[in-house]
């Protein structure tokens, strides 16, 4: 025969036996109940908190462990992967109870926060000890909102579940709000991120010690009982008199088959979805801040104040509200509605520059929104896993953490795809804008023309000092000379001194070529007939001045006649006489800075500027000149990438929209309230019956 489930011993356990033993035999009273309620949140709060804390210094920790964004984000996805299993591992908390597992997994979370992640110093090990973090973390946070459950009637569900949703939203923003009041405006230690974490770590351990003290949860016969109002605690704790374990255990029996039902899946994957962008916001919203729009780390954590605040403002708040009208999917519908538009207006602003506060007002409605839709959207779940079976709850919040983190990790493997500018923005990009800061003048210089430093970066020094060497005029008029006539100059060198030399009897022998034709028939002056002596005499001015000529031109012939040869030549060169003549003395520079003619050609207009920029440090040019064309092309595509991830967000709010009407619960108040009224007389006549059978 089936053996029903003893009451309790009246004794109080021992100290001892507490620690382990934390179930409750009878409903608790309202301030007790209340208690464990607050310890369950401040642990879930803690979770997200040391869950979350890396967000606020992720472009540090990428520099420091050297990660590039691909990696950090396969390192979030398959720790979400990991999480999702071990979500599905507390399902078994319907079987062996939830306080246990939240309590000694403060604990272990706490350490390794604390201590065994900030000890880290290489990406590998890091990502290792943050798998293991990662599975802890998805037990514990299915565990919390089952006790939230087990603690919360559905009137007044909202209410409590909204105080749980804080739970994630208060982390991020206790992430946000120490890391803009620690995190300093420059950071020159590359380990600060260790800071973050031996905060979010000691907390957690505090925590450890409050739920460890005072945390407790209903035994099974209580809890695996659906409870409506708190005037349903009679009728609970009666009935739970008579289970036995037959009873508990039948209720237990094929969990999953029991709950993997069409309305439990897909809400579960519409709410998943919606929270993407809830999830990129944790992972990336200060990757996006400071890479898009330029705040600094300080900064961008303190717009996160504005979305965690007013997220926790809605998600308390609706909670109440929902309560009081019994109606979730209105507000379900609302939220999402305002979150989806608030999508819209807040990707558009990539690309352009918002103001700090523009973009807060912005992140504070969408966030608000999100908070709207998310609060009933939970209470409204839980209530429609009790209407299959109020003892697998833990099982219903199973499949959820499985399913929200099997999606966060599919959307974390898509994210490196959709937006592959990140690396070399958080990598790169803060050093390259610093040094372009420093020496603006130069890097716009360089950026507006490359090809005149591609030019200067040909030239070797030597050959820089030699052109500088030289001056400005003889430069210029060896820029006047054609290469062509240059090379024939050089060619006839020897001819065009003798053009230079002998250019009174050039012109005398130019003027009269049949006379000298004529006497160069003759082997020796002696023998020219004086006749044609004398006409040669006068054609050469006469006198002593036509001797003089004649007898230069007889002692040259060969250098004469080696002008008179080379004269077409010469004459391609005469039209530049002048300027051969300017760079004469300089003929030896030249040719040292010859082979590189066209590239200081293209540097001789900007020669200040290049001089300016001849004085950046070495350094610097090396780095701007390594990364800066890919943070340069990464900062021109970063924006519209982003742009497109943020419309898949927007998508999952409307999927979310379309998937609300098939969870439990009433669009009217006035439906509502009857479902209420109704369920009283059930109470009422099931307690009557039960009085009459005593």
Request: hydrophobic share 55%.
């Amino acid at each position: 025969m089936a053996r029903v489930v003893a009451p309790p011993a009246p004794s109080r356990p021992g100290f001892l036996a507490s620690i382990w033993n934390r179930q409750l035999n009878h409903y608790p009273d309202t301030a007790p109940r209340v208690m464990y309620l607050a310890i369950t949140v401040l642990a879930t709060v803690t979770l997200y908190y040391e869950l979350y804390v890396g967000g606020s210094v992720a472009t540090l920790l990428l520099v420091n462990l050297h990660m590039s964004f691909t990696f950090y984000v396969l390192t979030l996805a398959f720790g979400a992967l990991i999480g999702a299993f071990g979500s599905l591992f507390a399902g078994l908390t319907d079987r062996l109870g939830r306080a246990n597992l939240v309590v000694f997994g403060l604990l272990f979370t706490g350490v390794f926060v604390a201590f065994v992640l900030p000890a880290m110093t290489n990406k590998w090990a890091f990502t290792i000890a943050w798998f293991v973090v990662s599975f802890v973390e998805g037990v514990c946070l299915v565990a919390t909102p089952a006790l939230i459950r087990d603690f919360s009637p559905q009137v007044g569900r909202a209410t409590a579940i909204g105080f749980w949703t804080s739970g994630p939203v208060l982390g991020s923003l206790i992430v946000a709000v120490v890391g803009s009041a620690t995190i300093p405006a420059v950071v020159t230690d590359p380990r600060f991120w260790t800071h973050e974490y031996h905060i979010s770590g000691v907390a957690g351990l505090v925590v450890f010690v409050i739920a460890f003290l005072g945390l407790r949860e209903l035994s099974p016969a209580l809890r695996d009982q659906l409870m409506v109002t708190l005037r349903d605690r009679a009728l609970i704790e009666a009935r739970a008199k008579g289970m036995t374990e037959a009873d508990i255990e039948a209720a237990l029996k094929h969990p999953f088959r029991q709950l993997l039902k069409p309305d439990i899946i897909i809400s579960a994957i519409a709410v998943s979805i919606m929270l993407l962008i809830y999830y990129t916001a944790v992972g990336f919203s200060l990757i996006y801040l400071t890479t898009v729009f330029g705040f600094s780390v300080k900064n961008a954590n303190g717009l996160g104040n504005w979305n965690w605040g007013f997220n926790v403002i809605a998600v308390i708040l609706v909670g109440f509200v929902s309560d009081y009208f019994r109606v979730r999917k209105p507000f379900m519908i609302f939220g999402g509605v305002l979150a989806a538009v608030m999508t819209v207006i807040y990707l558009e602003q990539a690309g352009h520059h918002p103001g700090y506060y523009t973009l807060a007002i912005m992140l504070a409605l969408l966030a608000f929104g999100l908070g709207i839709a998310y609060t009933p959207w939970m209470a409204s779940y839980t209530e429609t896993v009790e209407a299959r079976n109020p003892a697998l709850t833990a099982t219903g919040l199973a499949i959820w953490g499985w399913i929200i983190r099997i999606v966060v990790f599919i959307a974390y493997l898509l994210v490196p795809v959709v937006i592959n500018t990140v690396t070399p923005l958080v990598n790169y990009g803060g050093t390259v804008s610093a040094y372009v800061a420093q020496y603006p003048s130069q890097f716009a210089f360089a950026s507006a023309h490359p090809n005149v430093v591609a030019a200067a970066q040909k030239v070797p020094p030597p050959v820089l000092a030699t052109a500088s060497s030289i001056p400005p005029t003889v430069l210029a008029a060896a820029q006047k000379i054609p290469p062509t006539v240059l090379a024939t100059a050089q060619a006839n060198a020897t001819q065009l001194a003798n053009a230079v030399k002998f250019a009174p009897e050039l012109a005398v022998i130019q003027a009269h070529p049949a006379l000298f034709t004529q006497l160069a028939t003759y082997s020796s002056p002696s023998k020219i007939p004086p006749a044609l002596l004398g006409q040669a005499i006068a054609a050469a001015g006469g006198g002593a001045k036509g001797i003089g000529i004649l007898t230069t031109i007889a002692a040259n012939k060969a250098a004469i006649a080696g002008v008179i040869a080379a004269a077409p030549a010469l004459t391609t060169v005469a039209p530049y006489a002048a300027d051969l003549t300017t760079i004469a003395p300089y003929s030896a520079q030249l040719k040292t800075i010859a082979p590189y003619s066209a590239e200081l050609t293209a540097m001789a207009p900007y020669s200040a500027q290049l001089t300016a920029l001849s004085k950046v440090p070495p350094g610097v040019l090396a780095y701007v000149g390594a990364h800066g064309a890919a943070v340069s092309a990464a900062a021109a595509k970063t924006a519209s990438q982003w742009k497109t991830w943020y419309w898949i967000c927007f998508g999952g709010i409307i999927f979310f929209l379309l998937s609300v009407p098939i969870l439990k619960g009433r669009w009217r108040t006035r439906d509502a309230k009857r479902d209420e009224a109704e369920h009283e007389a059930m109470v009422q006549a099931e307690l009557e019956k039960l009085k009459a059978s005593a």
